[in-house]
């Protein structure tokens, strides 16, 4: 930093008037903060405000807990601390206040580093979430340097990787070759060494930042070990963003079309508030104290479950199914008997309801925005059905009158624009959804250690007693 501004300082000295005013401009606008000073500034700031919040409210209710809750999956219980994310059943996901429109707008994307490509990149949604705050270019472009400079795996964990079998579901695969990588954690070692409770956060940090980076190299190896796609070769371009290095690694580096929706489905898929399988495993994991690694692993483990993440892969297989049986111009009328069918058998129709949303989901209409854009999606047959589909779907489900929104989530969507692309592999699809979770689920965690927030250990009660409770 000190020598930069020096540097600039002399260089300036010696421009003509014109150049002076840009460069000064350059230097006034352009922040080159780390992450972690960027992240450092904040802990006080938030540390402070929860210590005031609790002396003010601590003792104000958020709600009744009725017996429903107990038995339905503790929907609505305002019972968690979650920093990055807000989830409106009627809105949508704002992160820190923005929602994916006001990110797609305020975020830098590709182009603004000088890459191929519109997206606004995953690095840009990773700082927003940790810091609150827009990044600029630089300090994008910094987090993307530093992101690249340490995401090459061990050879432990590439030997560990490729001695499972190709049969292992990817996911399984995937968490396994995370939790492996706490070999290395700094925070595991650092509580070993006794460092204090304050300084947790610090290591946290660092083992998140060191996770992230190595994700794609991870997923990359497992793509080709099983299914032989991609070089299996950790090429890293330091010059190249996050993305860019893992589409490369898996063969897509010339295709900027999926690249860029990597891109965009990576940034969007991050955080979707602190309730769902994943992200509340995390930090239930590390509530323990666990690392950041096993505390990931365990919630790609519940990504990896069909209700949750692997709904993508679901969706794939149902759309092609569909496509095959009523043909690639199907009308509404044949996709609602499809519809149909699915639900006669007692099958979910995947892709469609959500937990908390009452509304199409804002990442599907997101990534139906990109295909719009895209010449080379706007034609294809998959694509063209999911997109018909989702505009049938709502009625026919609440005219079977169960799910609670009918409307198509973001998994709707996300898996045909893969497949258009040429990745066919359906059950490799929540892997990349589990590259995406970890930019949100990691800041938290980062967040918890700050916030010195406790060991998570809610009551559970027997049916027994809680019938002696009720009718005490
Ligand atoms: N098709 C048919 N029935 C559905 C349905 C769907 N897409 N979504 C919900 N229902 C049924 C649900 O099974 C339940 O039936 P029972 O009373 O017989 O158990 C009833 O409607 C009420 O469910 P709900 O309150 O509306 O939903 P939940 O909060 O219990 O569950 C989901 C939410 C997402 C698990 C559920 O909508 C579902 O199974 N969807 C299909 C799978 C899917 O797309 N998952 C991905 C979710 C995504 F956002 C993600 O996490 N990646």
Same mark, same amino acid.
């Given at each position: 930093m000190i020598s930069l501004t020096i540097n600039r300082a002399a260089m300036r000295a010696a421009m003509p008037a014109r150049q002076q005013l840009a460069a000064s401009q350059a230097v006034r606008y352009a922040s080159t903060k780390s992450l972690k000073d960027a992240v450092a500034e904040v802990v006080p700031q938030k540390q402070e405000q929860l210590k005031k919040f609790r002396s003010e409210h601590g003792d104000k209710s958020l709600g009744d807990i009725k017996v429903e809750n107990l038995i339905g999956g503790m929907r609505g219980l305002k019972v968690m601390l979650w920093e990055g994310s807000v989830l409106d059943a009627n809105t949508g996901i704002t992160f820190h206040g923005k929602s994916i429109p006001d990110c797609e707008k305020v975020l830098p994307g590709a182009g603004d580093l000088g890459l191929q490509g519109k997206e606004m990149l995953p690095e840009s949604m990773l700082w927003l979430l940790l810091t609150g705050n827009v990044p600029s270019k630089e300090e994008v472009k910094g987090l993307s340097e530093e992101l690249a400079a340490k995401g090459k795996l061990p050879s432990y964990v590439e030997k560990i990787i490729d001695s499972f079998p190709k049969t292992l579901h990817p996911m399984t695969q995937f968490a396994g070759a995370v939790g492996a990588l706490n070999h290395d954690s700094k925070f595991a070692q650092g509580y070993k060494d006794g460092i204090k409770k304050t300084e947790y956060w610090k290591p946290?940090?660092?083992?998140?930042?060191?996770?992230?980076?190595?994700?794609?190299?991870?997923?990359?190896?497992?793509?080709?070990?099983?299914?032989?796609?991609?070089?299996?070769v950790q090429k890293i371009d330091p010059k190249k963003d996050l993305i860019g290095n893992y589409s490369e690694m898996i063969g897509y580096g010339d295709n900027e079309g999926m690249t860029d929706y990597l891109r965009l489905y990576i940034a969007i898929h991050g955080d979707h508030e602190g309730g769902n399988v994943s992200a509340h495993t995390a930090h239930l994991v590390g509530s323990a104290l666990s690392d950041p690694y096993l505390s990931y692993s365990a919630a790609l483990l519940g990504l990896a479950g069909p209700l949750h993440g692997l709904a993508n892969q679901e969706v794939l297989g149902w759309a092609l199914g569909m496509q095959e049986k009523v043909g690639k111009n199907a009308s509404e009328e044949d996709?609602?008997?499809?519809?149909? %069918?699915?639900?006669?058998?007692?099958?979910?129709?995947?892709?469609?309801?959500?937990?908390?949303?009452?509304?199409?989901?804002?990442?599907?209409?997101?990534? %139906?925005?990109?295909?719009?854009?895209?010449?080379?999606?706007?034609?294809?047959?998959?694509?063209?059905?999911?997109?018909?589909?989702?505009?049938?779907?709502?009625?026919?489900?609440?005219?079977?009158?169960?799910?609670?929104?009918?409307?198509?989530?973001?998994?709707?969507?996300?898996?045909?624009?893969?497949?258009?692309?040429?990745?066919?592999?359906? %059950?490799?699809?929540?892997?990349?959804?589990?590259?995406?979770? /970890?930019?949100? /689920?990691?800041?938290?965690?980062?967040?918890?250690?700050?916030?010195?927030?406790?060991?998570?250990?809610?009551?559970?009660?027997?049916?027994?007693?809680?019938? /002696?409770?009720?009718?005490?």
């Open positions: 946290t940090l660092d083992d998140s930042i060191d996770l992230i980076a190595k994700l794609p190299a991870i997923a990359a190896r497992i793509y080709y070990n099983v299914f032989g796609r991609g070089d299996g996709i609602k008997e499809f519809l149909w %069918s699915t639900l006669k058998s007692g099958r979910v129709v995947p892709g469609y309801g959500h937990a908390v949303l009452r509304m199409p989901d804002p990442r599907f209409s997101a990534l %139906s925005r990109f295909c719009d854009t895209r010449p080379e999606l706007k034609n294809s047959s998959i694509v063209q059905l999911v997109q018909k589909t989702s505009k049938v779907a709502p009625e026919v489900l609440k005219e079977h009158g169960k799910t609670k929104n009918p409307y198509p989530n973001v998994d709707a969507a996300s898996g045909c624009v893969l497949y258009e692309y040429g990745l066919k592999e359906w %059950s490799y699809y929540t892997v990349i959804f589990g590259i995406s979770r /970890a930019i949100g /689920a990691l800041p938290q965690l980062v967040m918890d250690r700050a916030l010195g927030l406790p060991i998570e250990r809610p009551k559970s009660m027997s049916l027994d007693a809680l019938e /002696a409770f009720v009718k005490k």
